[in-house]
């Protein structure tokens, strides 16, 4: 069982900066491919970004591309998104989740692939 506790997340002005964190418990973090997902309400939830076990290989939605910076520090099991240049779309609840990678390059995109999923943090971008 893996529990994730994200934090970071509050009000900034578009243009703005945030960096979201998520602590996982566990000693297998290293092992976790660890995803970022966001959604407002009417939604579905959708993929942010996502960085595979081993650190080699990330992945982003082409909304947040050139904006959005996901890092990993397994020392701390922790799993970091830096965004940069803040929309107002950007708007959203973010969830950090977790699964048991099959490689450790794996990074999967799909909401469906994750099986651990923190409480979220809200983040609010004013215009």
């Known amino acids: 069982q893996v529990q994730l506790v994200e934090s970071g997340g509050g009000l900034v002005q578009a243009g703005g900066s945030l960096e979201l964190s998520c602590v996982a418990s566990?000693?297998?973090?290293?092992?976790?491919?660890m995803g970022w997902f966001r959604q407002v309400p009417g939604k579905e939830r959708e993929f942010v970004a996502t960085i595979s076990a081993g650190s080699s290989k990330t992945a982003y939605a082409d909304s947040v591309k050139g904006r959005f910076t996901v890092s990993r520090d397994n020392a701390k099991t922790t799993v970091y998104l830096q965004m940069n240049s803040l929309k107002s779309e950007d708007t959203a609840v973010y969830y950090c989740?977790?699964?048991?990678?099959?490689?450790?390059?794996?990074?999967?995109?799909?909401?469906?692939?994750?099986?651990?999923w923190g409480r979220g943090t809200q983040v609010t971008v004013s215009s």
């Open positions: 989740a977790a699964v048991q990678a099959k490689t450790p390059w794996q990074v999967p995109g799909s909401y469906d692939a994750y099986q651990y």
């Open positions: 566990g000693r297998t973090f290293s092992t976790y491919a």
